[in-house]
């Protein structure tokens, strides 16, 4: 007899609870005493109640959840006047920035439909970005800079999983969505905590390696690209678990398969073509195409979304140079299993990419000690933005360049070499 999934019974509630339970132990390592701040789609109050839950039993101080809604956000765009799109709630994000100075961690719950903005004015979705970007820096800094413990894990929303899985009855494709999810989140075996520490384990030596080889720079090619990305001075990769500027060791990311450092904000040169489309902020961009001088976009075409990408570039000075590079297999779980999310939390996880915009210090050698001059010294770039995007494939090859010039073969065919 097939099961038919109904409601609330298409999201497995054992797997969910598990979920729960690593975003806390594992995502967080949230400790006794310490509030968390929770941000998360209304559509995924199951997960977080869960979360609630565990980060209680841990012994958290306080949990304080803040939701979203997709239909309140689009009643903005239908009813409200145009002064609204340049304002955002910084009296909230002040809050949050304060929250965590006095020591709270944070957890964002992805799940927002992807398509949710694609049909408004690009011209206003521009503006409510921008206006939420400079609200929201004061609080991002703290997470971007790793002042505290953090984490991303996500929900299947229906609207998301029926983009996913386009084919299939709301039901069997939020079911379908959420499987996805819990096997890449490592959640849907016996033993989560212990796999999660086996898999940081694995990113710990790919870091230590790219970390003892000292690359100057690194040289992308394949269909649409020839990429020289020139790696910050004092750079440090970093993988899968690390250590935030509080001494807590978190997840980040949940999945994750990425090892990544940050670029040289001056040092990028050539072009390069997304090989995944990109989801941003309820617009998809597809098929983005750039060109790099001097560590700066100057050219920036998209087949969809491209007016939405030009508006995000135009953000302020630092959104057309890199803040993060990332290397991924191919071969990797996120990838293997032929989903194409349309989600950057899980797409990032399939393949190679880089970030436009603001940089990790923790991504410096004592990067915990470095002030934001001695980062941009050093060629951290700064933004009130953070945007991943995915260049890597089959088809890429990655060379590491020595500062002698000398090549060291890194990815060949999308995989270490």
Same mark, same amino acid.
């Given at each position: 007899?097939? @099961?038919m999934?109904?409601?609330d019974?298409?999201?497995?509630?054992?797997?969910?609870?598990?979920l729960?339970?690593?975003?806390?132990?594992?995502?967080?390592?949230?400790q006794?005493g310490?509030?968390?701040?929770?941000?998360?789609?209304?559509?995924?109050?199951?997960?977080?109640?869960?979360?609630?839950?565990?980060a209680?039993?841990?012994?958290?101080?306080?949990?304080?959840?803040? @939701?979203?809604?997709?239909e309140s956000?689009?009643?903005?765009?239908?009813?409200?006047?145009?002064?609204?799109?340049?304002?955002?709630?910084?009296?909230?994000?002040?809050?949050?920035?304060?929250? @965590?100075?006095?020591?709270?961690?944070?957890?964002?719950?992805?799940?927002?439909?992807?398509?949710?903005?694609?049909?408004q004015d690009?011209?206003?979705?521009?503006r409510?970005?921008?206006?939420m970007?400079?609200?929201?820096k004061?609080?991002?800094?703290?997470?971007?800079?790793?002042?505290?413990?953090?984490?991303?894990?996500s929900?299947?929303?229906?609207?998301?999983?029926k983009?996913?899985?386009?084919?299939?009855?709301e039901?069997?494709?939020?079911?379908r969505?959420?499987?996805?999810?819990?096997?890449?989140?490592?959640?849907?075996?016996?033993?989560?905590?212990?796999?999660?520490?086996?898999?940081?384990?694995?990113?710990a030596?790919r870091?230590?390696?790219?970390n003892?080889?000292r690359f100057?720079?690194?040289?992308?090619t *394949?269909?649409?690209?020839?990429?020289t990305? *020139?790696?910050?001075?004092?750079?440090e990769?970093?993988?899968?678990?690390?250590?935030a500027?509080?001494g807590?060791?978190?997840?980040?990311?949940?999945?994750?398969?990425?090892?990544?450092?940050?670029?040289?904000?001056?040092?990028?040169?050539?072009?390069?073509?997304?090989?995944?489309?990109?989801?941003?902020? *309820?617009?998809?961009?597809?098929?983005?195409?750039?060109?790099?001088e001097?560590g700066?976009?100057?050219?920036?075409?998209?087949?969809?979304?491209?007016?939405?990408?030009?508006?995000?570039?135009?953000?302020?000075?630092?959104?057309?140079?890199?803040?993060?590079?990332a290397?991924?297999?191919?071969?990797?779980?996120?990838?293997?299993?032929?989903?194409?999310?349309?989600?950057?939390?899980?797409d990032?996880?399939?393949?190679?990419?880089?970030?436009?915009?603001?940089? @990790?210090?923790?991504?410096?050698?004592d990067?915990?000690k470095?002030?934001q001059?001695?980062?941009?010294a050093q *060629?951290g770039?700064?933004?009130?933005?953070?945007?991943?995007w995915?260049?890597?494939?089959?088809?890429?090859?990655?060379d590491?360049?020595?500062?002698?010039?000398?090549?060291?073969?890194?990815m060949?065919?999308?995989?270490?070499?």
């Amino acid at each position: 007899m097939n @099961y038919m999934p109904q409601g609330d019974n298409a999201v497995d509630p054992i797997k969910l609870d598990k979920l729960a339970e690593v975003a806390v132990k594992v995502g967080l390592q949230l400790q006794s005493g310490q509030d968390l701040v929770i941000t998360a789609p209304v559509v995924a109050l199951p997960l977080v109640r869960q979360i609630t839950k565990h980060a209680y039993m841990a012994g958290a101080g306080l949990v304080s959840a803040f @939701y979203a809604d997709e239909e309140s956000t689009l009643a903005r765009y239908q009813y409200a006047n145009d002064a609204s799109f340049d304002r955002a709630s910084g009296w909230l994000y002040e809050g949050m920035a304060k929250a @965590y100075a006095n020591g709270a961690a944070r957890l964002a719950v992805a799940g927002d439909n992807p398509m949710m903005l694609s049909e408004q004015d690009p011209a206003k979705v521009g503006r409510a970005n921008r206006a939420m970007s400079t609200a929201y820096k004061p609080a991002l800094e703290k997470i971007s800079n790793f002042d505290i413990n953090w984490n991303i894990v996500s929900y299947p929303n229906p609207a998301w999983a029926k983009l996913v899985f386009p084919n299939d009855p709301e039901p069997i494709a939020v079911a379908r969505l959420a499987k996805a999810i819990f096997a890449a989140s490592r959640v849907d075996v016996e033993d989560p905590i212990a796999a999660w520490a086996e898999h940081n384990a694995n990113l710990a030596k790919r870091s230590s390696w790219l970390n003892g080889e000292r690359f100057a720079a690194l040289h992308f090619t *394949g269909p649409g690209t020839d990429l020289t990305v *020139g790696l910050a001075d004092g750079h440090e990769w970093h993988g899968g678990a690390s250590t935030a500027k509080n001494g807590i060791t978190c997840n980040p990311n949940i999945p994750t398969e990425e090892v990544f450092t940050t670029p040289h904000a001056l040092r990028v040169e050539g072009y390069v073509s997304s090989t995944k489309p990109l989801s941003h902020q *309820g617009t998809l961009i597809d098929n983005i195409r750039v060109k790099f001088e001097g560590g700066r976009i100057v050219e920036a075409k998209a087949s969809r979304g491209e007016e939405v990408l030009n508006k995000v570039l135009d953000t302020d000075e630092g959104a057309r140079r890199l803040g993060e590079v990332a290397l991924v297999p191919h071969s990797s779980p996120i990838s293997a299993s032929g989903i194409l999310f349309y989600n950057t939390l899980f797409d990032e996880n399939a393949s190679c990419h880089i970030a436009l915009g603001q940089c @990790y210090s923790k991504c410096f050698l004592d990067g915990a000690k470095l002030s934001q001059d001695q980062i941009k010294a050093q *060629g951290g770039n700064s933004s009130l933005i953070h945007i991943d995007w995915m260049i890597g494939s089959g088809q890429v090859d990655i060379d590491g360049i020595r500062a002698d010039g000398s090549k060291v073969p890194v990815m060949r065919q999308g995989e270490w070499a």
